[in-house]
């Protein structure tokens, strides 16, 4: 593997500079600027102590080469870091260490922070952000107070994903094959008391909005999937027994003659009853099974399907027939009201179900000519009813509307709309994360305090917040905003309770206090009542908010991460705005940037923000796969640990190499030898254009004219790259000035101010050897700031043309010739080229077709 050596000493090279950069405080962008502005934003990572990875890397130098270029290009540019810090590995940790998660986080910031600046990215330093620290999450505290207030956040009981082995619920994503993504332990569903979120109450904007933005469209599609907007009807079946009803809803009431039984999640409040005796031990089981299965799992569309009868029967409300109830996992008790009604004939997953439980089959849409489905599948469009009583020989989206008039008039349905999107869960049974800035106290106290002259009634308009426990009734108390923040107890203790409830919930002097109605003080049951100030018993809550949490809003701390006196100061956020250009891994595509969205449409009602959304462009880079084509794991022992590369490359070497393997947005694998290659290219421009010693290398001086061609080839460079920066093609910029360098190695001189223009034109890609060249020449200052080079279109025209060289009409090389080139010169060109004459040799020519100025195509036989 290549080092660093004395033609190219990559290493002094990028520490000065880097010590040059944080010296100077070259990066630190001003607040208010006569420049545009220019916001750049990485989601920001999570300091494992596995350090930064190569897709870290990618994604970093990736913006950093764009923060680069804006820079030259005349902006103040924006490009904070900052940590993702909370959540439940740290806690994890700490568990099987004994370390606490506070000390474990801030060494991994550490090793983040150095790695980071060893890349040499043009990071402003100054407005480094932590999630974990007081000064930060006093403001989550206080978005969740507004929440809170404008009751958008409310209390549970929910079906969660429940590890016991972890002692906290788990998120769907976090849950594969019905085991703990972290640890892979056995999960298992069960009501638990949670706070929620009213993302519900936003769905509609959260749709409207994504029209707006300059996001990839598969990204927005994920959304619009995951808030799953549907028109149609909520539809009453009666029981048989005569004693209750089941209301499901459906998109299509135009198949309703159509339903031949029922199903209901195993969750449903009514299965209890409805199973009848003998079918109660498969019921029984069923159940418990499907409660270690994830959401995500049990709606895969390829698994095969399962069920159980629960004896008893339903009424179709639109022919009076009797119809077998089911459970089956495949329904979950949170969409829509946790029952559907099951139209085999028009339905793939019902079809399938009822093909493998016998269930009648009845065709109730026959569809257009030609679009019939294949033997045995469902046929799920639209087209005419038939088996539909009155409503035969209707088109089904007429006949939609007229059954949904039909129930609404019988009292058995209505119209309605319904999403996918449920209510965000955002309790998190773990002491590594945002305490709720919340007490609970019992009915007894709350009714008692009702009267006195306290700011009980300010902090909670309307009717409060409660929940059922062993009999007692609780009231939410939120702590006043003067009380944030309200920081985590220090304890050695983080194992879970095993009750459900977080490791907060042993430390019994933080949870069981008095609590200061005025001030939010709260201190310890186990000593005396204070005597002065209204003190009443209370108990704090012990859920801490998700990771989430944190990184809904971090994109706003970093205009003002020090302002202790408001989350953010409106001068400040109205030259700043949000982030012109977003840039993070697609795996957040859904819930990160679905949940930062709900909260900045939120902070914008409450005025403390004025852009409609947050992330106005997003960009997704690809993943780098190990070097045997396989995504990174420890397991797989494929990990690219930057840190050696770095040492044995260089900083420059990696993020170039990084960029030159493809397209910034593809999945592409490492290959370590690759990175020689655009290694060789670094030492190359070190040992021609920086040279050793103190004179510049022999080829560059200014009393020596560059040739006609090289001044072509360098503005011809000056355009490409230019074009390449704008459109993200880092990869084939690279290539261009790969192309500057071999012209280069041609000539006999180059211009000092030819080369001052490759430096600043290398500068993005290679920062730490553009700043030496930079400075080899007499630049002054930091060439991130030198401006940016301009080309003469005058200089690039030229008497010669690239044709493509074809045989049989394929291609197989190419030739630089003159525009007036005859056929037989080129020919010629075609049968002297060695990738082309291999295609030739030992064949006739027949017949050449020459198009001047674009192909030769030679035609063969033989």
Same mark, same amino acid.
């Given at each position: 593997?290549?080092?660093?050596?004395?033609?190219?000493?990559?290493?002094?090279?990028?520490?000065?500079?880097?010590?040059?950069?944080?010296?100077? $405080?070259?990066?630190?962008?001003?607040?208010?600027?006569?420049?545009?502005?220019?916001?750049?934003?990485?989601?920001?990572?999570?300091?494992?102590?596995? $350090?930064?990875?190569?897709?870290?890397?990618?994604?970093?130098?990736?913006?950093?080469?764009?923060?680069?270029?804006?820079?030259?290009?005349?902006?103040?540019? !924006?490009?904070?870091?900052? =940590?993702?810090?909370?959540?439940?590995?740290?806690?994890?940790?700490?568990?099987?260490?004994?370390?606490?998660?506070?000390?474990?986080?801030?060494?991994?910031?550490?090793?983040?922070?150095?790695?980071?600046?060893?890349?040499?990215?043009?990071?402003?330093?100054?407005?480094?952000?932590?999630?974990?620290?007081?000064?930060?999450?006093?403001?989550? +505290?206080?978005?969740?107070?507004?929440?809170?207030?404008?009751?958008?956040?409310?209390?549970?009981?929910?079906?969660?994903?429940?590890?016991?082995?972890?002692?906290?619920?788990?998120?769907?994503?976090?849950?594969?094959?019905?085991?703990?993504?972290?640890?892979?332990?056995?999960?298992?569903?069960?009501?638990?008391?949670?706070?929620?979120?009213?993302?519900?109450?936003?769905?509609?904007?959260?749709?409207?909005?994504?029209?707006? !933005?300059?996001?990839?469209?598969?990204?927005?599609?994920?959304?619009?999937?995951?808030?799953?907007?549907?028109?149609?009807?909520?539809?009453?079946?009666?029981?048989?027994?005569?004693?209750?009803?089941?209301?499901?809803?459906?998109?299509?009431?135009?198949?309703?003659?159509?339903?031949?039984?029922?199903?209901?999640?195993?969750?449903?409040?009514?299965?209890?009853?409805?199973?009848?005796?003998?079918?109660?031990?498969?019921?029984?089981?069923?159940?418990?099974?499907?409660?270690?299965?994830?959401?995500?799992?049990?709606?895969?569309?390829?698994?095969?399907?399962?069920?159980?009868?629960?004896?008893?029967?339903?009424?179709?409300?639109?022919?009076?027939?009797?119809?077998?109830?089911?459970?089956?996992?495949?329904?979950?008790?949170?969409?829509?009201?946790?029952?559907?009604?099951?139209?085999?004939?028009?339905?793939?997953?019902?079809?399938?179900?009822?093909?493998?439980?016998?269930?009648?089959?009845?065709?109730?849409?026959?569809?257009?000519?030609?679009?019939?489905?294949?033997?045995?599948?469902?046929?799920?469009?639209?087209?005419?009813?038939?088996?539909?009583?009155?409503?035969?020989?209707?088109?089904?989206?007429?006949?939609?509307?007229?059954?949904?008039?039909?129930?609404?008039?019988?009292?058995?349905?209505?119209?309605?709309?319904?999403?996918?999107?449920?209510?965000?869960?955002?309790?998190?049974?773990?002491?590594?994360?945002?305490?709720?800035?919340?007490?609970?106290?019992?009915?007894?106290?709350?009714?008692?305090?009702?009267?006195?002259?306290?700011?009980?009634?300010?902090?909670?308009?309307?009717?409060?917040?409660?929940?059922?426990?062993?009999?007692?009734?609780?009231?939410?108390?939120?702590?006043?905003?003067?009380? !944030?923040?309200?920081?985590?107890?220090?304890?050695?203790?983080?194992?879970?309770?095993?009750?459900?409830?977080?490791?907060?919930?042993?430390?019994?002097?933080?949870?069981?206090?008095?609590?200061?109605?005025?001030?939010?003080?709260?201190?310890?049951?186990?000593?005396?009542?204070?005597?002065?100030?209204?003190?009443?018993?209370?108990?704090?809550?012990?859920?801490?908010?998700?990771?989430?949490?944190?990184?809904?809003?971090?994109?706003?701390?970093?205009?003002?991460?020090?302002?202790?006196?408001?989350?953010?100061?409106?001068?400040?956020?109205?030259? =700043?705005?949000?982030?012109?250009?977003?840039?993070?891994?697609?795996?957040?595509?859904?819930?990160?940037?679905?949940?930062?969205?709900? =909260?900045?449409?939120?902070?914008?009602?409450?005025?403390?923000?004025?852009?409609?959304?947050?992330?106005?462009?997003?960009?997704?880079?690809?993943?780098?796969?190990?070097?045997?084509?396989?995504?990174?794991?420890?397991?797989?022992?494929?990990?690219?640990?930057?840190?050696?590369?770095?040492?044995?490359?260089?900083?420059?070497?990696?993020?170039?190499?990084?960029?030159?393997?493809?397209?910034?947005?593809?999945?592409?694998?490492?290959?370590? +030898?690759?990175?020689? $290659?655009?290694?060789?290219?670094?030492?190359?421009?070190?040992?021609?254009?920086? $040279?050793?010693?103190?004179?510049?290398?022999?080829?560059?001086?200014?009393?020596?004219?560059?040739?006609?061609?090289?001044?072509?080839?360098?503005?011809?460079?000056?355009?490409?790259?230019?074009?390449?920066?704008?459109?993200?093609?880092?990869?084939? /910029?690279?290539?261009?000035?790969?192309?500057?360098?071999?012209?280069?190695?041609?000539?006999?001189?180059?211009?000092?101010?030819?080369?001052?223009?490759?430096?600043?034109?290398?500068?993005?890609?290679?920062?730490?050897?553009?700043?030496?060249?930079?400075?080899?020449?007499?630049?002054?200052?930091?060439?991130?700031?030198?401006? =940016?080079?301009?080309?003469?279109?005058?200089?690039?025209?030229?008497?010669?043309? +690239?044709?493509?060289?074809?045989?049989?009409?394929?291609?197989?090389?190419?030739?630089?010739?003159?525009?007036? /080139?005859?056929?037989?010169?080129?020919? /010629?060109?075609?049968?002297?080229?060695?990738?082309?004459?291999?295609?030739?040799?030992?064949?006739?020519?027949?017949?050449?077709?020459?198009?001047?100025?674009?192909?030769?195509?030679?035609?063969?036989?033989?």
């Amino acid at each position: 593997m290549a080092t660093s050596n004395k033609e190219y000493p990559f290493t002094e090279i990028e520490q000065r500079w880097q010590q040059f950069w944080d010296k100077e $405080g070259t990066f630190t962008a001003p607040n208010q600027s006569e420049k545009p502005k220019y916001y750049l934003l990485d989601m920001f990572p999570y300091p494992s102590g596995a $350090g930064l990875h190569a897709g870290h890397v990618e994604n970093f130098a990736g913006s950093d080469i764009l923060g680069r270029y804006k820079l030259a290009r005349g902006f103040n540019v !924006l490009h904070p870091m900052g =940590w993702d810090a909370f959540g439940l590995p740290a806690e994890q940790y700490a568990v099987k260490t004994g370390t606490h998660p506070a000390k474990t986080t801030l060494t991994n910031i550490d090793n983040f922070r150095r790695q980071i600046k060893a890349l040499g990215l043009a990071i402003d330093w100054t407005r480094e952000v932590n999630t974990t620290d007081p000064h930060y999450f006093r403001w989550t +505290q206080w978005i969740f107070l507004k929440l809170f207030q404008n009751k958008l956040a409310y209390v549970d009981e929910r079906p969660v994903n429940w590890c016991p082995e972890l002692g906290t619920v788990l998120a769907n994503e976090e849950v594969v094959d019905g085991k703990s993504e972290v640890g892979g332990h056995p999960v298992e569903r069960r009501n638990l008391r949670q706070w929620v979120l009213r993302i519900t109450a936003y769905a509609d904007r959260l749709l409207e909005g994504l029209d707006k !933005l300059e996001w990839p469209d598969s990204t927005k599609a994920m959304q619009r999937n995951w808030i799953g907007r549907s028109t149609g009807a909520n539809v009453t079946f009666s029981l048989e027994s005569g004693d209750d009803s089941i209301t499901v809803y459906t998109t299509r009431p135009d198949t309703l003659f159509g339903a031949t039984y029922m199903v209901l999640a195993p969750e449903h409040p009514l299965v209890g009853k409805l199973v009848t005796g003998e079918n109660l031990k498969a019921a029984q089981k069923y159940i418990q099974e499907a409660a270690g299965k994830s959401d995500l799992l049990r709606t895969e569309l390829a698994k095969e399907k399962s069920g159980v009868f629960t004896g008893s029967y339903a009424i179709n409300p639109v022919n009076g027939e009797r119809i077998p109830i089911w459970i089956a996992d495949y329904v979950l008790m949170s969409y829509g009201t946790g029952a559907i009604m099951a139209v085999p004939a028009h339905d793939e997953r019902d079809h399938e179900f009822a093909t493998k439980f016998n269930l009648p089959i009845i065709d109730v849409i026959s569809p257009p000519e030609g679009e019939e489905p294949e033997e045995g599948e469902a046929f799920t469009g639209v087209g005419t009813m038939i088996n539909s009583g009155e409503f035969n020989g209707l088109d089904s989206v007429t006949g939609k509307e007229r059954i949904i008039a039909q129930l609404q008039a019988a009292g058995k349905g209505e119209a309605a709309v319904n999403y996918k999107l449920r209510d965000w869960l955002f309790s998190r049974q773990r002491y590594w994360g945002e305490p709720f800035p919340i007490v609970w106290v019992d009915d007894e106290t709350w009714n008692s305090i009702k009267d006195l002259k306290t700011a009980v009634t300010a902090l909670v308009p309307g009717e409060p917040v409660t929940y059922h426990q062993d009999g007692t009734l609780y009231h939410a108390l939120p702590l006043p905003e003067s009380a !944030l923040p309200l920081e985590l107890p220090k304890t050695d203790n983080y194992e879970p309770a095993g009750d459900g409830e977080s490791p907060l919930a042993n430390n019994h002097d933080w949870v069981n206090i008095w609590f200061n109605l005025e001030t939010g003080e709260g201190v310890p049951q186990s000593g005396e009542k204070p005597s002065s100030g209204t003190w009443i018993p209370a108990r704090r809550e012990t859920n801490t908010m998700p990771q989430w949490a944190g990184s809904c809003w971090y994109y706003l701390r970093y205009l003002d991460p020090a302002n202790a006196e408001a989350i953010l100061d409106p001068a400040i956020r109205d030259y =700043w705005g949000v982030p012109d250009f977003y840039m993070g891994g697609a795996e957040h595509a859904v819930l990160h940037l679905l949940y930062a969205r709900f =909260w900045h449409l939120f902070l914008k009602d409450m005025g403390v923000v004025t852009d409609d959304e947050p992330f106005k462009k997003l960009f997704h880079q690809g993943i780098i796969l190990g070097e045997d084509g396989e995504k990174m794991s420890k397991s797989r022992g494929n990990v690219v640990n930057p840190d050696d590369f770095i040492a044995s490359h260089g900083a420059d070497s990696l993020r170039a190499y990084l960029m030159f393997m493809g397209p910034l947005e593809d999945m592409k694998p490492w290959n370590s +030898q690759g990175i020689e $290659g655009v290694h060789r290219f670094l030492r190359r421009v070190c040992r021609d254009l920086v $040279g050793s010693g103190d004179g510049l290398p022999p080829k560059i001086a200014s009393d020596k004219p560059e040739s006609t061609e090289m001044t072509r080839v360098l503005h011809e460079t000056i355009r490409k790259v230019t074009a390449d920066y704008d459109n993200i093609r880092f990869n084939t /910029a690279l290539s261009q000035l790969m192309i500057f360098m071999n012209q280069l190695n041609k000539e006999e001189s180059l211009n000092v101010e030819s080369a001052k223009d490759f430096a600043r034109l290398l500068a993005p890609l290679a920062p730490h050897l553009a700043e030496e060249l930079w400075h080899k020449l007499g630049g002054e200052g930091s060439v991130a700031f030198a401006g =940016w080079p301009t080309w003469n279109e005058d200089l690039l025209k030229t008497d010669e043309v +690239q044709i493509g060289l074809l045989v049989n009409g394929k291609p197989r090389g190419e030739a630089k010739v003159s525009k007036t /080139a005859k056929q037989d010169e080129v020919l /010629a060109l075609a049968q002297a080229d060695e990738k082309v004459s291999a295609h030739l040799s030992g064949k006739e020519i027949i017949k050449v077709i020459y198009v001047p100025g674009k192909i030769l195509n030679v035609v063969v036989r033989g």
